[in-house]
């Protein structure tokens, strides 16, 4: 027979830090890819609050940050744009898109 276990006031049961499986990792890391990066933040934000480790949220936040910035130059670049410009539009593309998708393929088990 099943016993309830009781609680400690304010007591919180500890979350696996497991990864989703290799199938969901695949399917977020078309996120990005679908979308051009405009929804590059997608798979790393989803990790961080599935696993909730610090690192999974500092690259969230980081995929969060360039993907700003990428809407930003976007809006306030010129069509006809060269140079230093171009080049910024296109790092921030890449890690926005292929950046992010390759995180969420390559992200390694916490160690516990």
């Not at 016993?3 to 500890?14: D, F, H, N, S």
Request: aromatic letters at 6%; proline letters at 6%.
């Amino acid at each position: 027979m099943n016993q309830a276990v009781r609680l400690e006031k304010g007591a919180v049961p500890a979350r696996p830090k497991v990864l989703p499986g290799r199938p969901v990792r695949i399917g977020l890391a078309l996120v990005p890819l679908l979308s051009l990066g405009v929804l590059g933040f997608v798979p790393s934000l989803t990790l961080a609050l599935w696993r909730g480790t610090r690192a999974d949220r500092l690259a969230a936040v980081l995929f969060a940050v360039v993907s700003v910035g990428w809407c930003l130059q976007i809006a306030l670049t010129p069509e006809e744009t060269h140079g230093f410009s171009y080049l910024l539009d296109v790092v921030l593309l890449a890690a926005s898109t292929l950046g992010a998708a390759a995180h969420c393929l390559t992200v390694k088990e916490s160690g516990r």
